[in-house]
Antibody
Framework: EVQLVESGGGLVQPGGSLRLSCAVTGFTFNNYWMSWVRQAPGKGLEWVANIKEDGSEKYYVDSVKGRFTISRDNAKNSLHLQMNSLRAEDTGTYYC??????????????????WGQGTTVTVSS | SYELTQPPSVSVSPGQTARITCSGDALAKQYAYWYQQKPGQAPVLVIYKDSERPSGIPERISGSSSGTTVTLTISGVQAEDEADYYCQSVGSSDTYVFGAGTKVTVL
């Protein structure tokens, strides 16, 4: 069964740090880019970052550049999001999602077709 | 900045057709993707590449594109279709962008 399971959320003070993880099972992890998407309470979806299948390219939404770092461990089928200098506006549910699929010589985006259940981050004093 | 514009809400009676639009300049060159999200649940991809349906998505859900506007159509709306729907596309510098979402209410 294809499954993404996030962990690492919690309550943190403004300016603090948190590391989110996403454990992947059921598909060949290193054939896919992966994304993090967040959702503030009662608000819409916001794409946060994604990472190439080998970790060599990373992209971020402007609001988290310089504060968040996406990474992956293909040996452990895991995705991570290191969040530093957290702000109240970073509060929300963070989802990991499967992204671009890699086949020999080509990349295809069929949408973010598999999502985890989310982990909640609360930034508050 | 690159934006996708959706109506905040759409109301429809059971059995009728709901249409949700999403507009943005880059949609003329980039595909759109649609996600359905029910309260307390993770989003689910319902349309990719403007009009393709992933396996398991009912045929009453369809997508279309014209110029800078894409449309998600739900025909024969059922109570289970009540949800928030988000369009998504590729923005500048290989980043992704979502629309603000449309709440579909089944009357």
């Amino acid at each position: 069964e294809v499954q993404l399971v996030e962990s690492g959320g919690g309550l943190v003070q403004p300016g603090g740090s948190l590391r989110l993880s996403c454990a992947v099972t059921g598909f060949t992890f290193n054939n896919y880019w992966m994304s993090w998407v967040r959702q503030a309470p009662g608000k819409g979806l916001e794409w946060v970052a994604n990472i190439k299948e080998d970790g060599s390219e990373k992209y971020y939404v402007d609001s988290v550049k310089g504060r968040f770092t996406i990474s992956r461990d293909n040996a452990k089928n895991s995705l991570h999001l290191q969040m530093n200098s957290l702000r109240a506006e970073d509060t929300g549910t963070y989802y990991c999602a499967r992204d671009i699929v890699v086949v020999p010589g080509a990349y295809y985006f069929y949408g973010m077709d598999v999502w985890g259940q989310g982990t909640t981050v609360t930034v508050s004093s | 900045s690159y934006e996708l514009t959706q109506p905040p809400s759409v109301s429809v009676s059971p059995g009728q057709t709901a249409r949700i639009t999403c507009s943005g300049d880059a949609l003329a060159k980039q595909y759109a993707y649609w996600y359905q999200q029910k309260p307390g649940q993770a989003p689910v991809l319902v349309i990719y590449k403007d009009s393709e349906r992933p396996s398991g998505i009912p045929e009453r859900i369809s997508g279309s594109s014209s110029g800078t506007t894409v449309t998600l159509t739900i025909s024969g709306v059922q109570a289970e279709d009540e949800a928030d729907y988000y369009c998504q596309s590729v923005g500048s510098s290989d980043t992704y962008v979502f629309g603000a979402g449309t709440k579909v209410t089944v009357l």
